[in-house]
């Protein structure tokens, strides 16, 4: 059910991204929208009303699918965030470092020469 549902909301917004580039803006946009495009067929204003109304139809069509898989996805015992995951490096059931209440080691660091005196004048 979640993989109709996800695979039509990606139909759903790639329709709603070409019919918003479709539109005519002030600067012109895509041009495609206009009445010479569409010949004889429509006019420009009916175009315009066309591409408007459709807008709204696939954006209200797109949130309400967002909601759904909200919901559908709320009761299920996956994990909500990339955030709650482990770290790849540990291995389940056993406990990160330091969590047993003991700090990890600090890595021993290699002693430095001494620097060179500097002359001043």
């Known amino acids: 059910m979640i993989t109709v549902l996800l695979?039509?909301?990606?139909?759903?917004?790639?329709a709603l991204i070409g019919v918003v580039l479709l539109q005519r803006s002030e600067g012109g946009g895509l041009g495609i929208g206009s009445s010479q495009g569409m010949g004889n067929f429509m006019t420009g204003r009916g175009t315009?009303?066309?591409l408007t109304r459709a807008t709204g139809v696939l954006?209200?069509?797109f949130m309400a699918l967002a909601l759904a898989l909200g919901l559908l996805n709320q009761g299920t015992g996956r994990q909500r965030s990339i955030f709650d995951a482990p770290?790849?490096?540990a291995a389940p059931g056993t406990a990160p470092a330091g969590a047993a209440g003991t700090a990890p080691a600090a890595p021993?660091?290699?002693a430095l020469p001494p620097a060179p005196a500097v002359p001043t004048n």
Not at 7 to 14: C, N, P, R, S, Y
């Open 7 to 14: 695979v039509l909301h990606f139909f759903v917004a790639a």
């Open 48 to 50: 315009a009303n066309l």
């Open 59 to 61: 954006a209200a069509i």
């Open 87 to 89: 770290p790849p490096s």
């Open 108 to 110: 021993s660091l290699p």
